[in-house]
């Protein structure tokens, strides 16, 4: 069982370059998420999904577009990549919206 | 506006010590707590939770206090031991089931 699993793990990007960040669960999962941790931030939720075929904007959605196409798969983003969107970013489903289980995460960065 | 807040950023505790992790919210239709703890490296994995119509609740060494008049929440390690080093979140979550929102972690560092 391997829960939510992101790929890719590590990733550079020039300014300008666009990406998407492909995450993925096996838990037939309702709701998915997509944070980004920053040092001294936290975990801050740019986006998610309640459901196959929904999206919704979380706190920090600039610069980001999502898509949820089948239930498995939450699709992560970046049109036009800028040095802010440096950061590590998780994915996350939960089953009811309480108790989420993360990725491993992906380390982007920006130049 | 932090809604969830964990004022301290670090924590220095001594092997075999209780470690006390606080947690601070602003939002009061938040019923549903929850502790994430994070290595290097690695995605947050979840630790203990409580709900609203509790005040307590125990997992081996972890127990979580939630003092809802206060809009506290504490998470306690007893006894502390090295592999407890970690980033500890604190998460909240209102009916409806909205996102959870996290605090900025506090790193626990318990020295042996």
Redesign the interface.
């Known amino acids: 069982n391997a829960g939510v699993t992101q790929t890719p793990k590590f990733r550079v990007l020039k300014t300008g370059q666009s990406m998407t960040l492909l995450c993925a669960q096996d838990m037939n999962h309702e709701y998915m998420y997509w944070y980004r941790q920053d040092p001294g931030m936290g975990l801050r939720l740019i986006h998610y999904s309640v459901g196959e075929g929904t999206t919704a904007k979380g706190e920090v959605p600039d610069g980001y577009n999502v898509s949820r196409l089948k239930k498995q798969n939450f699709l992560l983003g970046l049109e036009s990549a800028a040095p802010s969107q440096t950061s590590v970013y998780f994915c996350a489903s939960s089953r009811d919206g309480g108790k989420a289980f993360f990725g491993q995460g992906t380390r982007l960065t920006v130049v | 506006d932090q809604q969830v807040k964990?004022n301290s950023?670090s924590l220095s505790v001594q092997e075999g010590r209780i470690s006390i992790l606080n947690c601070d919210y602003t939002n009061s239709m938040f019923d549903?707590f929850?502790w994430?703890k994070k290595y290097p490296?690695?995605?947050?994995?979840?630790l203990i939770?409580i709900s609203s119509i509790k005040d307590k609740n125990e997992d081996g060494r972890f127990t979580v206090f939630l003092n809802k008049s206060a809009k506290h929440l504490s998470l306690h390690i007893v006894p502390s031991q090295p592999g407890d080093s970690a980033v500890y979140?604190c998460a909240a979550?209102g009916s409806?089931?909205?996102?959870?929102?996290?605090?900025?972690?506090t790193r626990l560092s318990v020295i042996a």
Do not use: H, I, M, W
């Open positions: 964990q950023p549903y929850l994430y490296a690695e995605g947050p994995t979840f939770s979140f979550s409806g089931n909205t996102p959870l929102v996290f605090g900025k972690g």
